[in-house]
């Protein structure tokens, strides 16, 4: 079974400073690698995949992620947060689980908080 | 709009009293799962279903029971529930494999069962 290692449960950034969640991963295929994002009391939505085209993935509100095969990593960065980015962040690593069950396993979350 | 829908969204309940969280996706997604989300240990996923009719354990599907009698609905059953099934649940479809496809998430059901 995969796993998926979040360093840092909570981060906080002043406003319009640089956004570093860190994820890493293990795997011993090339995974498909996810970063879902979850605002409060809501569901989770998609923020950006890695499926093997390109190393540098970029999604929606000036989010992006670097997968480094060497590093086993797949940080989440955007250049200047917002007010609006404060959600909690979930890294997610495709996974083949028993039977034909192929899953995401996720993250624990970290949870960004952004000061004025 | 393209939806996941959950209800309810809040849910107070005392043990062994058996319930139902439904759920329903308008996009003709075949693969539907449920995921249990409790602090600090990220989502889990309880039960998924890759079509009608066919549906499988995920990691910690133990004291819950699913169906899948048509492709939209994937109602989540706790027959029995215990204290430890407090959570918050979300229930999220995709037009593949999870691993894969991108998913869409319902609102989440947070129940609380005394």
């Known amino acids: 079974a995969q796993s998926v290692t979040q360093l840092g449960s909570h981060v906080s950034v002043s406003e319009g400073a640089l956004v570093l969640l860190r994820c890493n991963y293990s795997s011993s295929v090339p995974p498909y690698l996810f970063w879902y994002v979850q605002y409060p009391n809501q569901g989770l939505q998609l923020l950006l995949k890695?499926?093997?085209?390109?190393?540098l993935v970029k999604g929606i509100n000036d989010f992006e992620a670097e997968f480094k095969k060497s590093e086993t990593s797949f940080h989440l960065t955007k250049p200047s947060a917002h007010m609006s980015d404060a959600a909690e962040y979930f890294c997610a690593v495709s996974d083949l689980g028993e039977g034909s069950n192929y899953k995401l396993t996720f993250g624990k979350g970290t949870l960004l908080t952004v000061n004025p | 709009e393209a939806q996941v829908t959950q209800n309810p969204r809040y849910l107070i309940t005392v043990t062994g009293k058996k319930l139902t969280v439904t759920c329903s996706q308008n996009m003709n997604h075949e693969y539907m799962s449920w995921y249990r989300q409790d602090p600090g240990l990220g989502l889990r996923q309880i039960y998924y279903?890759?079509?009608?009719?066919?549906?499988d354990k995920g990691d910690v599907p133990e004291g819950y029971k699913v169906s899948r009698k048509e492709k939209r609905n994937f109602p989540l059953i706790l027959e029995s529930p215990s204290p430890n099934q407090t959570s918050l649940y979300f229930c999220?479809?995709?037009?593949?494999?999870?691993?894969?496809?991108?998913?869409?998430f319902g609102p989440g059901t947070r129940l609380l069962v005394l």
């Open positions: 279903s890759m079509n009608v009719e066919v549906t």
């Open positions: 999220a479809s995709s037009s593949g494999l999870a691993g894969v496809e991108t998913q869409y």
């Open positions: 890695y499926t093997s085209a390109a190393t």
